[in-house]
């Protein structure tokens, strides 16, 4: 096998693409329904007794799945895959910023004249 380093990173990119768009968008639904340990320790207590609706309750992808989507399933992994979308879109356009900015900064560098 070529090292790590051989290998092309594009190649790299799309494998990490591809598993997480199979993990969010079909095996995320395989994912326990019970609660974590937070969830568990706060209805054992009596603490989640308080709670209220945040402010996000009604927005479209509001409790990992998709509004008006009646299928929990599809509603799930439609979520999931608009998550990784939307990470990856906000990603990229990061990193596409920062290696932008460090191009730009590093700029053609002059060499002294001697006298």
Do not use: C
Not at 12 to 36: K, Q
Not at 92 to 110: C, K, N, Q
Request: charged residues 20%; aromatic residues 6%; hydrophobic residues 45%.
């Amino acid at each position: 096998p070529a090292p790590v380093a051989a290998r092309s990173p594009r190649k790299l990119w799309l494998t990490g693409l591809v598993t997480a768009l199979v993990l969010a968008g079909f095996v995320s639904f395989y994912a326990s329904a019970s609660p974590d340990g937070l969830e568990k320790v706060a209805a054992d207590q009596g603490i989640d007794k308080n709670t209220e609706e945040h402010a996000a309750a009604g927005s479209p992808l509001a409790d990992y799945g998709v509004k008006d989507v009646s299928d929990p399933r599809i509603s799930g992994g439609l979520a999931g895959v608009i998550g990784v979308g939307a990470t990856v879109v906000v990603g990229s356009g990061i990193f596409w910023v920062v290696r932008r900015r460090r191009t730009t900064d590093a700029g053609p560098t002059r060499v002294p004249e001697s006298v």
